[in-house]
């Protein structure tokens, strides 16, 4: 059999858009495919080929227009895309055949045509392609093999590798004619002296997206890395994989993101095998994927490895089996067994060896989490698999749906790192309050703050970027601040700092009961002061502000107290009960730039106040540029502690040991039964307080004289 050098195929194509080195970058469709055949050891050269292809949408730019000289009519004569294929198919191998040889390969200027044109074009109209566009060879790289002096492979042109051997340029009018002809020449004159050039610089395309695991010590080039945002929630590894088919995706280079509450959030790290790749899918940004245009940006190995690497020798071994399809359940009893599973799915849909093919996600302590993830073999097996979506198991309903080998790193990263209780910070060093609360508690009455209300719970920040509009530019820098329940889910509120009173009431003039998708939002403008009484547990309405929820008469809505006035207090039961909601995306907020006289809120040091205000809402996603900001725990700045140990302040509470609150105990629970369930721990009981009928739950406060490890 002939070597794949024997027989060249000079190949060009043009789109009804942009064509040059903005080939395939605005979607368009392809509508001319020229070519021609060389012999490579008998330097026989074959008749020039040329087919116009009828798009789908026959529309042609004024940029086409010009550069191929081609009219609409003329393509609603000619003949489908799958059409003119079978007959290049066809056209080529008679011809190769004529000459006595049985490959060939194509030869084209630069890899766009092929990555970005043929492939994408073919996969949106699932056409096959022949075997020949799955490996070419790229004349621009060959004649920088032989003139390397000539330049930079990505500047080469056509004209300019002629002019560089000393060769005329072609006189032809007929689009892609002449740039068939100028290639021929360029391949004649470097297969004859003194070059006698051989073809070796092949390129493939993959077939089909590898999966596999990346470890979190692996070393990722962030030249290779993007970021694709806007994806179907239902979108699985290979359909990220088919939007960028042409370009070559690194093994298990897709990773799904995942929100703070476990599930998609239609954005994406995807892996390439070099820049090259890299920068050839940055111009498929606003590419449609079915009905959804796809946003893609340029991204780090260190945001990669962050979503898609992992440290299980569990996961590792369960995603050592290649060419396997994941299905993720979600929801089952935490009874449940390996047997339960498998005859859940049914020897329709049988787990690729057994129960080696079954991972159940669990907590560090090896309590299940009701997730669990499962091999097939094929797709076939998956889909049946699919088809018990929603079905019950014992008395849940189980939800099954594709999953992805970084997203099995994510889930068991994310409960691997679940802390048993909150993780509180270390006691300062000084008796002074040392929580810095983020820079929107403040005691301003100044109204520059808006509230959004009824947002739908589906909402992000950059739809609400997108609802405000041109007002966008007045937010301050991380001025926007989603409200998650207490249950960490979104609340429908929102509040948004302007930069004066000003933007704040032209926002609310303009926005107020403006669509979002299909809900409407109200828009009220309020002060800092009001917003911060709201994210630390209060109301606000029409009729004013309301103290959070208590019935306990000791409790009273947080002071925020500025220097050098006294620290506000709360007493030891009424903190442990106060919960605040929880904001979105937390961050580390950056230290406040310092005035001669700064002005900050602290508060009691109290652990049992800090346990709901710190849990592991971990973003896995750097948020847009406009995000949230959100508690958190970090020293005073210098001069500010520095006032506060000059100033007399209130006495802090002694700390013998730290508060356990316990929540959703049986309303017959009595001394004895929460006694017994801290045996072995501790404690005195003079430090022990029940507390019954708060917000409808039985609550206990206990104040052990060592952190308990539940």
């Keep these: ?242 939007f960028f088919k042409g370009l070559n995706i690194a093994k298990g280079g897709v990773a799904l993101c995942l929100n703070t509450q476990g599930r998609r959030n239609g954005e994406a790290l995807v892996r390439f095998i070099n820049s090259e790749h890299r920068d050839m899918a940055l111009e498929r940004h606003k590419h449609h994927m079915g009905s959804r245009y796809i946003e893609v940006y340029k991204a780090t190995g260190e945001e990669f490895l962050k979503i898609a690497g992992g440290t299980s020798n569990e996961v590792a071994q369960f995603l050592s089996k290649e060419n396997q399809v994941i299905i993720r359940m979600r929801g089952l009893p935490f009874t449940a067994t390996q047997q339960d599973v498998l005859g859940f799915l049914g020897p329709e849909s049988p787990v690729t060896d057994g129960t080696e093919g079954l991972l159940f996600v669990k907590y560090p302590d090896g309590r299940p989490t009701g997730d669990a993830f499962v091999l097939f073999a094929c797709e076939e097996y998956a889909q049946n698999a699919l088809k018990k979506h929603k079905q019950i198991l014992g008395k849940r309903y189980i939800e099954l749906f594709r999953s992805t080998a970084a997203e099995v790193q994510q889930v068991l990263n994310r409960y691997m790192s679940t802390p048993l209780i909150s993780t509180l910070p270390p006691p300062p060093m000084v008796p002074v309050p040392v929580l810095a609360t983020p820079s929107f508690i403040t005691t301003s009455s100044t109204r520059d703050c808006v509230r959004l209300r009824g947002l739908p719970y589906t909402a992000a920040i950059e739809d609400i970027l997108e609802f405000m509009g041109e007002h966008t530019i007045d937010i301050k820098p991380h001025g926007v601040h989603m409200v998650l329940n207490q249950q960490g889910r979104p609340s429908g509120d929102a509040f948004i700092q302007m930069k004066s009173a000003d933007r704040a009431f032209m926002v609310t003039q303009k926005c107020h009961k403006k669509m979002m998708k299909d809900r409407y939002v109200e828009v009220f403008q309020c002060s800092a002061e009001e917003m911060s009484f709201v994210l630390m547990g209060g109301t606000l309405n029409r009729s004013g502000l309301s103290p959070p929820p208590c019935k306990l008469p000791c409790l009273s809505p947080p002071t925020y107290a500025a220097f050098p006035a006294q620290t506000a207090m709360l007493s030891t039961e009424a903190a442990a009960l106060y919960q605040p909601p929880l904001l979105a995306t937390p961050r580390t907020p950056q230290p406040p730039t310092h005035s001669p006289a700064p002005t900050l809120t602290y508060y009691s040091p109290q652990p049992q106040l800090y346990m709901n205000m710190n849990m592991n809402y971990t973003a896995y996603y750097p948020s847009p540029p406009v995000s949230p900001s959100t508690v958190s725990y970090f020293a005073a700045p210098p001069g500010s502690m520095a006032a506060a140990v000059a100033q007399p302040a209130a006495p802090v509470l002694p700390q013998p040991g730290a508060l356990v609150r316990m929540q959703g105990l049986p309303y017959s629970a009595g001394v004895k039964d929460i006694l017994s369930f801290f045996q072995g721990y501790q404690y005195t009981p003079e430090d022990y307080s029940s507390v019954m009928g708060v917000n409808d739950q039985a609550r206990a406060l206990i104040q052990p004289k060592e952190w308990l490890c539940l």
Aim: aromatic letters at 6%; glycine letters at 6%.
């Design 1 to 242: 059999m002939a070597s794949h050098s024997d027989t060249l195929v000079v190949f060009f194509g043009a789109t009804a858009g942009a064509n040059g080195g903005k080939l395939g970058s605005d979607e368009r469709e392809i509508i001319l495919l020229v070519w021609q055949i060389v012999d490579l050891h008998e330097k026989k050269v074959g008749k020039i080929q040329q087919r116009l292809i009828k798009p789908d949408t026959i529309e042609l730019t004024d940029q086409c227009k010009e550069e191929t000289g081609l009219s609409v009519e003329e393509l609603c004569k000619a003949e489908p895309l799958d059409t003119v294929l079978q007959q290049f198919q066809q056209a080529v191998s008679a011809e190769v055949k004529a000459l006595g040889r049985s490959s060939y390969t194509l030869c084209v200027d630069g890899p766009l045509l092929i990555r970005q044109a043929i492939h994408p074009e073919a996969s949106k109209k699932n056409l096959v392609l022949p075997e020949c566009f799955y490996s070419f060879v790229d004349l621009k790289r060959e004649f920088h093999k032989c003139c390397p002096n000539a330049g930079p492979v990505k500047d080469l042109t056509l004209p300019s590798m002629l002019e560089y051997v000393c060769l005329p340029a072609v006189n032809e009018q007929m689009a892609g004619v002449r740039e068939v002809k100028s290639m021929m020449m360029i391949i004649q004159h470097i297969l004859a002296e003194p070059y006698n050039h051989k073809f070796s610089l092949f390129e493939t395309v993959k077939y089909k997206f590898e999966s596999g695991a990346c470890s979190k010590t692996e070393a990722v080039d962030s030249e290779t890395v993007i970021r694709a945002r806007g994806l179907p929630w239902q979108s699985s590894d290979q359909d990220i994989a088919r």
